[in-house]
T-cell receptor
Framework: SQTIHQWPATLVQPVGSPLSLECTVE??????LYWYRQAAGRGLQLLFY??????ISSEVPQNLSASRPQDRQFILSSKKLLLSDSGFYLC?????????????FGPGTRLLVL | AQKITQTQPGMFVQEKEAVTLDCTYD???????LFWYKQPSSGEMIFLIY??????QNATEGRYSLNFQKARKSANLVISASQLGDSAMYFC???????????????FGTGTRLTIIP
């Protein structure tokens, strides 16, 4: 069965510090990978999407970047965090050739920027 | 315009009663998919049920069913015999084809917080 891991689970960082959140998927090959952000009491906003190694699509311009160095690894980064980067970050995966292409989510990382 | 609208920010339901969570959507794409996710206090998004735009029958998964009314563009989630463990945020989401990212982009509603009362 497939599993998705995210770490760290929680993170408190000062403004201006760098960020690296990691997401890994097990039990599947060549998944589509996603990074979402959820502000407090809000729905999910898609940040980045990847269909393969080194292939990243950005949904909205922002202070963040994403990379996919391996097939089942997706990393969310920032060089300098802003207060507005605080939120709940969720990684998800799907298999594009398997209808209905449901996205399955990881446990998330709570980021607080002070 | 909002693509996914969930008009109920919060609901309180007595245990063992059925509950309907509303979701309306807006798309001009003839091929789309509708999803419901549950988010408990732990934060993880749990997939519940899916309905394709061409599916003839309403989707069902255990105690969950989706009341799909295509002409009205609504996809309400029905939970039968509610349990205390059903207390959570519930999100409706839509996948449209033909987006910049191919077929995978999901658009989420703002969610409904469901509280089951013992």
């Amino acid at each position: 069965s497939q599993t998705i891991h995210q770490w760290p689970a929680t993170l408190v960082q000062p403004v201006g510090s760098p960020l690296s959140l990691e997401c890994t998927v097990e039990g599947t090959s060549n998944p589509n990978l996603y990074w979402y952000r959820q502000a407090a009491g809000r729905g999910l906003q898609l940040l980045f999407y990847s269909v393969g190694i080194g292939q990243i699509s950005s949904e909205v311009p922002q202070n963040l970047s994403a990379s996919r160095p391996q097939d089942r690894q997706f990393i969310l980064s920032s060089k300098k965090l802003l207060l507005s980067d605080s939120g709940f970050y969720l990684c998800a995966w799907s298999v594009g050739d398997r209808p209905p292409e449901t996205q399955y989510f990881g446990p998330g990382t709570r980021l607080l920027v002070l | 315009a909002q693509k996914i609208t969930q008009t109920q920010p919060g609901m309180f339901v007595q245990e063992k009663e059925a509950v309907t969570l509303d979701c309306t959507y807006d798309t001009s794409d003839p091929s789309y998919g509708l999803f419901w996710y549950k988010q408990p206090s732990s934060g993880e998004m749990i997939f519940l049920i899916y309905q394709g735009s061409y599916d003839q029958q309403n989707a069902t998964e255990g105690r969950y069913s989706l009341n799909f009314q295509k002409a009205r563009k609504s996809a309400n989630l029905v939970i039968s015999a509610s349990q205390l463990g059903d207390s959570a945020m519930y999100f409706c989401a839509m996948r449209e084809s033909g987006t910049n990212f191919g077929n995978e982009k999901l658009t989420f509603g703002t969610g409904t917080r469901l509280t089951i009362i013992p």
